[in-house]
């Protein structure tokens, strides 16, 4: 079975600046990928960046990019020049790949982040 | 693209009724739909995969008798809370995935429920 672990209940950055989220996760899959949802008051979750395992290169979107470690099996995020809009809760989560049909997520317990005015 | 609905976003029942509540994806065709549930200010627990047109099948210590899934169509699946009772009010989100496009799943609004 697959564990997505975030070490980090809640988190606090200045506007303008940089955080970093932790994650780590334990799996024997070989091929998988890696997910950070945001999920703000809405509760509308919210694709961040999305890692494929078989990639070595790091994932970017923007502000957003990810530290993957897949030896260590780390995925880290950090957000650059955080926006007020940023503030929200911040999922890590795991997916295993299949050459046919969908898996499903397993999710971690998530970082609560405020970005401070 | 690839948009996913839900019905209702927040019902509110009696103790012992049954509530219904749809996930449609509106824009494609969902060969698979997954029910997670939410507690406040905890993570997403998957409770169920639904593939179309079979049986869906439920994770461990989820009450398939009390969560009825019918995924009926490629674009809906109805989760069906049989006899409610306050325990049962979470926040009950489903996601789908499109054929051939195994690594995404997108997300519906949610639906929150509280039993009185």
């Known amino acids: 079975a697959q564990t997505v672990t975030q070490s980090q209940p809640e988190m606090s950055v200045q506007e303008a600046e940089t955080v970093t989220l932790s994650c780590t996760y334990d799996?024997?899959?070989?091929?998988?990928?890696l997910f950070w949802y945001k999920q703000p008051p809405s509760r509308q979750m919210i694709l961040v960046i999305r890692?494929?395992?078989?990639?070595?290169q790091n994932a970017t979107e923007n502000r957003f990019s990810v530290n993957f470690q897949k030896a260590a099996k780390s995925f880290s995020l950090k957000i650059s020049d955080s926006q007020l809009g940023d503030t929200a809760m911040y999922f890590c989560a795991f997916m295993k790949h299949r050459n046919s049909g969908n898996t499903p997520l397993v999710f971690g317990k998530g970082t609560r982040l405020s970005v401070i005015a | 693209g690839a948009v996913v609905s839900q019905h209702p976003s927040w019902v509110i029942c009696k103790s012992g009724t049954s509530v219904k509540i749809e996930c449609r994806s509106l824009?494609?065709?969902?060969?698979?739909m997954f029910w997670y549930r939410q507690f406040p200010k905890q993570s997403l627990m998957l409770m169920a995969t639904s593939n179309e047109g079979s049986k869906a099948t439920y994770e461990q210590g989820v009450e398939k008798d009390k969560f009825l899934i019918n995924h009926a169509s490629l674009t809906l699946s109805t989760l069906t809370v049989t006899s409610a009772h306050p325990e049962d009010s979470s926040f009950y989100i489903c996601s789908a995935g499109r054929e051939a496009h195994y690594n995404e799943q997108f997300f519906g609004p949610g639906t929150r429920l509280t039993v009185l």
């Open positions: 890692q494929e395992a078989y990639k070595q």
């Open positions: 799996t024997s899959e070989n091929n998988y990928y």
């Open positions: 824009d494609f065709q969902a060969t698979t």
